[in-house]
């Protein structure tokens, strides 16, 4: 189990004893319940799992962080929160390395940010149907520890909501500072969609057998 009092969130055991661990942030609007059978949907049965609820009240859910131009200090408080809570987790015997960040919309960009200024390196982050907020001076925050970690990114070339266009910008910036980012795209809307289970169910495969590699060896 895990405990916090910096969010509101629910723990999902895996099936089989495993020190990974996948914090799942969920978009604007929308709270953790939508996520809680997400351990079924993405069919990783060897990996932990932590929903977060935003902090912030919106439209019958909840948001991370406010609307522009109240944007940049949202997510810089959230951020902070998420920093005291991945200290929190290495307390109680969760490594760095082996926690992974996972966030739609909305929490693509909370989870994006978190890692680009995180001292240390993550497990991975994945980011679907997201966005970023480049904060000045960025690239000043990478360090030879949080450039290992690894990316991966789907969008869908159909989202009505978050162009993919700026998103492949992001993307494309961040792979021109030598960050491991995976992109996909497909044809699909600003959803959380079927087709992305077997995208990202093999990319986190691959990163925990990397992490199981180093640790054997």
Excluded at 26 to 43: A, C, I, T, Y
Excluded at 78 to 87: A, D, P, Y
Excluded at 122 to 139: A, I, K, T
Aim: proline share 4%; glycine share 8%; charged share 25%.
């Amino acid at each position: 189990m895990i405990k916090t009092d910096l969010f509101r969130s629910h723990f999902i055991a895996s099936q089989k004893v495993s020190n990974k661990l996948m914090i799942v942030f969920h978009g604007r609007g929308d709270s953790l319940k939508p996520f809680k059978v997400f351990n079924q949907e993405l069919g990783l049965t060897d990996i932990n799992y932590l929903l977060l609820n935003a902090p912030r009240k919106y439209r019958g859910g909840y948001s991370w962080y406010g609307e522009p131009p109240y944007e940049a200090d949202g997510v810089k408080k959230v951020r902070e929160k998420i920093f005291q809570l991945l200290e929190s987790l290495q307390l109680q015997g969760w490594d760095a390395e082996n926690i992974f960040l996972l966030g739609f919309s909305q929490g693509c960009l909370v989870s994006a940010d978190v890692a680009l200024h995180y001292p240390r390196k993550l497990g991975g982050v994945v980011g679907v149907s997201g966005y970023f907020h480049f904060f000045p001076r960025w690239r000043t925050k990478l360090n030879k520890q949080n450039r290992q970690t690894p990316w991966l990114f789907t969008h869908g070339r159909k989202d009505d909501v978050l162009a993919i266009h700026d998103t492949r910008h992001g993307v494309n910036k961040l792979q021109s500072e030598g960050l491991k980012v995976s992109w996909i795209e497909s044809d699909k809307r600003h959803v959380f969609s079927e087709q992305d289970y077997p995208v990202i169910r093999k990319w986190v495969k691959n990163q925990m057998s990397s992490l199981n590699s180093k640790t054997i060896f």
